[in-house]
Nanobody
């Protein structure tokens, strides 16, 4: 069983910063890709950022230049540094993990989400 625990969300004023963390625990053989998604009320869940096993990253156009995704393989963790936040960034943020389990089977896992609220 694998669990993802997100942290770092909260309330921040526009222009501020937050750093989200996501830690995986359980029977993981290796981690392939970390993603961060977000979902605002009334909207579909959208992909915000991705980092693969080689450290290559991709970002949604709406966050390019403001958000930075990173990973710490030794800690089975991923991070999302969010700068210059705007009220449009308000959403529940989810981490998503693609990994191989102890039997080398590919698996995917979702975190439970952390709320980010940006006030104007």
């Amino acid at each position: 069983q694998v669990h993802l625990v997100e942290s770092g969300g909260g309330l921040v004023q526009a222009g501020g910063s937050l750093r989200l963390s996501c830690a995986a625990s359980g029977s993981i053989r290796s981690i392939s890709t970390w993603d961060w998604y977000r979902q605002a009320p009334g909207n579909q869940r959208e992909l915000v950022a991705t980092i693969n096993s080689g450290g290559n990253t991709n970002y949604a156009d709406s966050v390019k230049g403001r958000f930075t995704i990173s990973r710490d393989n030794a800690k089975n963790s991923a991070y999302l540094q969010m700068n210059s936040l705007t009220p449009e960034d308000t959403a529940v943020y989810y981490c998503y993990l693609r990994a191989y389990d102890s039997s080398f089977h590919p698996q995917t896992y979702w975190g439970r989400g952390t709320q980010v609220t940006v006030s104007s």
